[in-house]
């Protein structure tokens, strides 16, 4: 299957703006550049790095290395050295939220489908899937991989943050011209704007598709965001939020509508943000202990 | 909303710690696989994904034309190549080569200021070497009577060389088919284990080839050692059968009619991706062959001691044992929009043969989709210790003498280019082309009589154009 680069390239303002859509969100690159060729060079690169990603880490794709694991059945499949180490991530970041981020827990999206309905399952459906959850339950050893049968795994929560990381320092190699990456709100900068000027990234409003909830302005490093924007189920005035609990199998109560994180790397800002999502009513509170620089909606 | 900053905690503080580890990891291992994109020509974009861990098919289908200046030889030679990659990094390849080689050769004797004469077998008509006098310049004889020789052969094939002429064989037609499979895949702690068979036929030879190989990568794939096991099984059952070393050139059909060559080898390799830019492999390779070499209708001319005119001609005779050793060093330099390879080949053998090749070839991305690779090769090799360009009559006979140019010292130089057009971002269409040259020493201080006044070195001058379509498919 042939993935053709789409990017379109615009002036705006100062920039060149390449715009496209990958891993199902809407991703753009700044170049703060009057060089339309090192703008259209620099899109190319962040375009072919994002659809790189999103074709080795799909879980939809037998060819991808998430499909072939998902596929083994129970036997051991070798992995090359970069979804080693995004799996050695996922484990640490596994362990350290005591099993509240666990990249198993994917297969009870079976039972939740987040769709703004009311069609809440009900145990029975959940019970069985629940018992597919479970880093602790894969040998995960020298870059080999093993999950019991039934189990599957995915990098989804992860590997959108870590493409936009990827894109800015593939982005920053061609060229030392002030760069932004955002791939659907998750976003790095190169460094400040020429004349050390900030970058200004507006919030989305949780509410209206066009809002904008609030305005940043960032020198350097990433943000991310977690949240249930238009993800989420409503049944009898109970709001169930998209973040999944995977030691109960069910949603995160009273978890914020959204937590938007800025750290020095899209992939930490990503954890953190999650991480608080995780922690249903007491995000603030985690948010505040870990000192993170942070944005949640309710 | 509230915007906060403060001390990290300790999960703050942890998860800042494996991201940067992340990301400076899998940097690494990102800049590498960019190196080989850049080294091996795949899609720098990457916008397909046909890199490990992914099952994917390559063919390689290409039709080389080669043509030898003087209207000496010219081969036709399609070929195609299918490599199956697992997603496990298994490798299963199959490859056919066809060939069909017509034209002169020369024959190995000296020229003359007279016209000289020379025999061979006649081959039966239905052959496709079968030669007539119109096509090949030669005439079918009566021979005399002989004692002992097969008794159907009472005819002749007789060719003449103009005086001062390299003498030519014209009747030269041979085709070739060849098959080759191999299988690799990683097995445990090695990266890479393998092995292959081959089979090539030709009217007059026949080749079965095997090797094993196993590769094992260090230091995050940046180092690889690799070891390959090599044996080949060669039948030469040349038309007319197999001459005897250093006997008289005739037109009788020879008693034994194959002769065997076995080879046993080996190659040591060490791959090293030396820096983001620099990729560099050092190959040591050994083989022993032992049987028959000679090349069964290859003559050498005897003279005349003062005069230097031929009086007769002798089937030449090469050892039956060679060891060879080569050294190999490549570079590959990828820097900006162009990738430079950059080798040199040191050979040497027990019959006295050195050779040294330097080459160099330079990727040059023109558009988008186009790109020229110019390159350039020099190569030197000294005589072995069995080369003559003529024997002298009043010499005794050495055990072992050749007058092949190949054996002989000489320079040779090719120049050429490929431009590659890439279709899209799985197939590419190529075009190579090569002139290839060789000089020796055409008048040697030994030159006696009318030698002097000849040309005594026969080397080539070839151009050889490839085109060829390469398919990258799931």
């Known amino acids: 299957m042939e993935i053709p680069l789409t990017a379109t390239l615009a002036r705006a303002g100062r920039d060149y703006l390449g715009a496209f859509k990958a891993m199902a969100t809407p991703c753009e690159v700044r170049v703060e ?49 970069e979804t080693a180490h995004l799996l050695d991530f996922a484990s640490q970041c596994f362990d350290l939220s005591g099993g509240m981020f666990d990249i ?7 039972a939740w489908r987040f769709d703004g309905s009311d069609r809440v399952p009900g145990a029975s459906d959940i019970k069985p899937l629940h018992k597919l959850v479970g880093w602790n339950m894969v040998s995960w050893r020298n870059s080999c991989l093993t999950l019991p049968a039934g189990m599957e795994i995915d990098l989804g929560g992860l590997a959108k943050e870590y493409a936009v990381d990827r894109a800015l320092a593939v982005a920053r190699a061609i060229t030392a011209a002030p760069v932004l990456v955002n791939f659907g709100g998750d976003l790095a900068v190169s460094g400040p704007r020429t004349g050390e000027t900030r970058w200004h990234v507006a919030i989305a409003s949780v509410e209206k598709d066009d809002a904008m909830a609030g305005m940043l302005e960032l020198v350097s490093g990433a943000l991310a965001t977690s949240g249930d924007a238009r993800r989420f189920l409503l049944k009898d005035g109970v709001r169930y939020s998209h973040i ?33 999502m995780l922690q249903g009513k007491r995000a603030e509170q985690f948010l505040k202990r870990e000192g993170a620089r942070a944005w949640c909606i309710r | 909303m509230q915007l906060k900053r403060r001390k990290a905690g300790r999960v703050g503080r942890a998860i800042s710690a494996i991201s940067a580890t992340l990301l400076i990891a899998t940097a690494a291992s990102c800049e590498n696989s960019a190196v080989a994109q850049d080294f091996y020509g795949l899609d720098k974009a990457g916008r397909d994904n046909f890199g490990p861990g992914i099952a994917y098919t390559e063919f390689d289908g290409a039709l080389l034309i080669y043509q030898e200046a003087g209207g000496r030889v010219q081969a036709i030679e399609p070929t195609a190549n299918l490599a199956i990659h697992g997603a496990r990094g298994q490798q299963l390849t199959l490859g056919a080569v066809a060939d069909a080689v017509s034209g002169a050769t020369p024959n190995g004797a000296v020229p003359s200021d007279r016209t000289q004469t020379f025999v061979t077998p006649l081959k039966p ?16 004889i009566q021979l005399p009577p002989t004692p002992g020789q097969v008794a159907s052969a009472s005819l002749g094939r007789q060719y003449t060389t103009a005086p001062n002429t390299l003498p030519m064989d014209k009747g030269f037609r041979d085709h070739r088919a060849a098959l080759t499979a191999g299988w690799s895949q990683p097995l445990g702690w090695i990266s890479e284990i393998g092995g292959g068979a081959g089979f090539s036929r030709e009217e007059d030879y026949q080749s079965i ?4 190989r196993a590769a094992k990568n260090f230091n995050s794939d940046n180092t690889t050692i690799s070891l390959d096991l090599n044996g080949e099984f060669d039948s030469s059952f040349p038309f007319g059968g197999v001459p005897t070393g250093l006997s008289a050139m005739n037109a009788q059909f020879k008693p034994i009619t194959t002769r065997h060559k076995t080879q046993l080898g080996f190659v040591l390799g060490l791959t090293e991706v030396m820096t983001r830019n620099w990729l560099m492999a050092l190959n040591y390779s050994y083989d022993s062959q032992k049987g028959y070499q000679t090349d069964p209708y290859r003559v050498i001319s005897v003279v005349d001691p003062t005069s230097g005119e031929p009086t007769s001609t002798l089937y030449e005779n090469r050892p039956e044992q060679r060891k060879t050793q080569s050294l190999f060093w490549d570079n590959k330099l990828a820097f900006g929009p162009t990738v430079t390879e950059l080798s040199y080949r040191y050979f040497t053998d027990n019959w006295g043969i050195s050779s040294h090749t330097v080459e160099a070839s330079e990727r040059i991305n023109l558009a988008k989709s186009w790109y020229i690779e110019p390159n350039v090769r020099f190569y030197h090799q000294n005589a072995a210790n069995f080369y003559r360009a003529f024997l002298v009559s009043n010499a005794a006979l050495p055990a072992y003498a050749s007058s092949d140019t ?49 040309d005594l070195f026969a080397g080539t001058k070839a151009a050889i154009v490839q085109v060829g379509y390469q398919w990258k498919f799931h």
């Open chain 1, 244 to 276: 999944l609990n995977p030691r109960t199998g069910w949603p995160v109560k009273d978890a914020p509508r959204s937590v938007t994180v800025a750290a020095p790397s899209c992939v930490e800002a990503g954890m953190v943000a999650t991480l608080a």
């Open chain 1, 33 to 81: 550049t009057d060089d339309a060729e090192l703008g259209r060079r620099v899109t190319d690169a962040v375009e072919a790095e994002a659809r790189r990603i999103e074709a080795k880490f799909s879980r939809y794709r037998d060819d991808s290395i998430i499909g072939r694991i998902n596929a083994a059945g129970g036997r051991k499949t070798a992995v090359d050295a």
């Open chain 2, 406 to 454: 190949r054996l002989s010292r000489f320079d040779a130089i090719t120049y050429g280019a490929k431009i590659g057009f890439r279709v899209s971002g799985r197939s590419e269409l190529y075009v190579r082309a090569d002139y290839y040259t060789q000089s020796g020493d055409g008048h040697p201080a030994n030159a006696i009589g009318q030698l002097r006044g000849q």
């Open chain 1, 104 to 110: 198993t827990s994917g297969v009870l999206r079976r």
């Open chain 2, 125 to 140: 008509q239905g052959s496709s070497t079968t030669v007539t006098s119109a096509s090949g310049g030669s005439t079918v």
């Open chain 2, 209 to 212: 080839t095997a090797n094993v």
